[in-house]
């Protein structure tokens, strides 16, 4: 049931074209409203193959009978038990460890456990060391062999930018500021913790994003989850994005407002729940809501998706709500500047009321900020738990986020950051495209430096990291519960430190492996190589 | 992918086996468990249906041959 917006105007009036949205079917693939985007928006989820899905959930049964049998042989104590239990003296209470999450760690996760927490003794830049350890009793403890394996192409980092580097401008300013403040701050930002530093890196990343103010936190975490519950509270409604980050869902959490869910990027869901929140108010009062917080990221990291902004502002604007845009994974790595996912869209950032992002992915350092107006980063000054109690960044740290942070904007007098972020996007789209024309399933935005690809199998999971560490290169790869159950996927992160060698001796490694495991699960035709003379003859004849 | 010889190519098979059935992230004696198990199952449905088959498919043709072939020997018998 598709209505035009004509039709629409004339039956009651409404002079938007969103209500002619509401009655679309949804097609995640369409772009809607197409005005709104200045390029085209090109996402992809390839529907999992049935035949894969069938024997995944074949491999999870047998795995989860091996487990009921393992977890037996424990109880009756055939089999020694090195997993954490409860006490004799606890038996007769509500058992802690029975609940699936501790089944599968138990008995799936602790099999494949040499694929993470890998010790690294170098800079994570695009190569790093590892220190090799071996397992003697499946993986319940590790042993290092005092060897150490050099140069592993790292594609786990999230360098986007290259900035995680010990040698250079950055790093020598970053030792300059140790020099000079020490290391340690010693006191929250409202005792005696607010250096000159501070005030200098919130007044060039308040420049930066374009935004009247900025405050900085020591931890990107703790950013989303102390703040949130600053801004709202009881009889506010938050509708949160399906796939968020657990910092936003624990600070929506905190907070004590209602929280409704909309589906994953998935706008007619957002109209949906915004007109249903305006009508009927607050549940049994039907009161109005105080404030209704729109919480959503950048680039989602699992799925390698980038939001659709410039719809969710239109709505924002229309339905009178507030929007809080978490930039962790986008800031520094999208828009022709590197200022983030509003510039990517050339939107402007005084229609994100709350800017949000972090310091650890693009600019090598650790910490978050928040930028918006000047009363609201005043109001947070004085009201966010984590300025009262934690302790303020770090100098050292604050000093590398202004130095690459100048860098990216060219305000250092070389070509260093234009020329970091076109490496980026160009690494970023042939690596993309590569991976696709191998034949791989590769979820999400084409523009997206974060790419995730499909193993669904448990056992390739574990075979998957074990094969690319055999051939030299880091990978991460995910399975549940950071992701649906028969959803697994590798995660790569391209850099702007990757040169081209590099990312062809990693796809090299990854054609190979993916011939070894049969990972070349898309469906999809690929676009054949253009005949030249005889496509243009063809059409003529038409 | 191209494998040099025989032998190598029955060692990616075993591999796949591994991988799909789930049972590559298992101990060793684990996987002797499942393999003598799924394969004792194989032997006995491959046993049955050596013997059994033959018998059933006989039996089946008759039954249908008796329907049809019946009836027109009985009509012929009336026309006669």
């Given at each position: ?29 369409v ?6 985007y200045?390029?085209p928006?090109?996402?992809s ?13 074949m ?7 091996f ?28 058992p ?5 999450e ?18 690294i ?25 005092g ?11 999230y ?5 995680a ?34 005030e ?44 968020n ?78 929007l ?23 939107l ?14 693009s ?29 303020s ?13 100048k ?9 260093l ?47 998957f ?10 990978t ?67 | ?33 499942f ?30 041959s008796?329907i ?5 020997e009985s ?6």
């Open positions: 049931l598709a209505l035009s917006p004509h039709t629409v105007l004339k039956m009651d009036g409404w002079m938007d074209v969103y209500i002619c949205n509401f009655f679309v079917p949804q097609n995640q693939n772009t809607h409203n197409s005005s709104l200045k390029k928006f090109e996402e989820f390839e529907e999992t193959p049935l035949l894969v899905a069938v024997l995944t959930y491999g999870y049964g047998i795995l989860t009978i487990g009921y049998l393992r977890d037996f042989l424990r109880h009756w104590s055939i089999e020694k038990c090195q997993v954490a239990r409860e006490k004799e003296e606890q038996k007769d209470f509500v802690l460890y029975q609940d699936f501790n089944f599968y760690t138990r008995n799936l996760y602790m099999r494949i456990r040499d694929n993470w927490n890998r010790p003794c170098s800079v994570p830049g695009a190569k790093m060391d590892l220190v090799e350890s071996v397992s003697h009793d499946f993986n319940w403890t590790f042993e290092h062999t060897r150490v394996v050099k140069d592993v192409i790292n594609m786990g980092s360098n986007y930018l290259g900035f580097e010990n040698n250079g401008a950055c790093a020598d300013a970053a030792i300059e500021a140790t020099e000079k403040y020490g290391v340690g701050v010693a006191s929250s930002r409202c005792e005696m913790g607010n250096l000159d530093i501070h200098e890196l919130e007044r060039l990343v308040a420049r930066f994003l374009g935004v009247e103010s900025s405050m900085a936190f020591g931890m990107g975490f703790a950013t989303n989850s102390m703040n949130i519950p600053a801004l709202t509270g009881k009889g506010c409604l938050i509708l949160s994005d399906e796939l980050h657990a910092s936003l869902v624990l600070g929506a959490r905190l907070a004590g407002s209602t929280i409704r869910v909309f589906k994953h990027n998935n706008m007619q869901s957002l109209e949906k729940l915004l007109r249903d929140a305006i009508a009927h108010g607050q549940p049994r009062t039907h009161r109005p809501w105080k404030k209704i917080l729109i919480v959503v990221e950048g680039i989602y990291s699992m799925e390698g998706s980038i939001v659709r902004l410039p719809e969710v502002v239109a709505l924002k604007k229309r339905y009178k709500a507030y809080y845009l978490d930039e962790a994974h986008s800031i520094g790595a999208l828009g022709p500047n590197g200022r983030g996912v509003v510039d990517y869209f050339g402007d950032p005084k229609d994100v009321d709350i800017m949000m992002g972090t310091f650890t992915k600019f090598g350092a650790a910490g978050g900020y928040i930028g918006g107006k000047k009363e609201l980063i005043d109001y947070l000054r004085c009201h966010s738990h984590s300025a009262l109690y934690a302790i960044m770090s100098p050292p740290v604050a000093q590398q986020i202004i130095s690459s942070m860098s990216i904007m060219g305000e250092d007098g070389t070509t950051g234009a020329d970091r972020l076109r490496q980026l996007s160009e690494n970023t789209t042939y690596f993309r495209r590569k991976l696709r024309e191998m034949g791989f399933i590769i979820y999400g935005n084409d523009d997206s430096p974060v790419v995730p690809m499909m193993l669904y199998m448990p056992a390739k999971i574990g075979a990291g074990r094969e690319m560490l055999k051939r030299n290169i880091g991460v790869v995910v399975g549940f519960p950071a992701t649906p159950i028969i959803e697994s996927r590798a995660r790569f992160c391209v850099s702007a430190a990757h040169t081209r060698e590099m990312l062809d001796t990693a796809l090299e490694a990854t054609d190979e492996v993916g011939d070894l495991l049969q990972l070349k699960y898309s469906r999809r035709e690929q676009p054949l190589p253009s005949l030249g003379w005889m496509a243009e003859e063809s059409l003529l004849q038409d | 992918m191209n494998f040099k010889s025989f032998r190598e190519y029955l060692s990616w098979l075993y591999y796949q086996y591994l991988l799909i059935t789930g049972i590559y992230v298992l101990e060793p004696w684990e996987k002797s468990i393999s003598s198990i799924l394969f004792s199952a194989i032997g006995m449905v491959i046993y049955t249906s050596y013997v059994f088959v033959p018998i059933h498919v006989r039996l089946a043709l008759e039954f249908f008796g049809f072939g019946g009836q027109s009509t012929m018998a009336l026309i006669n």
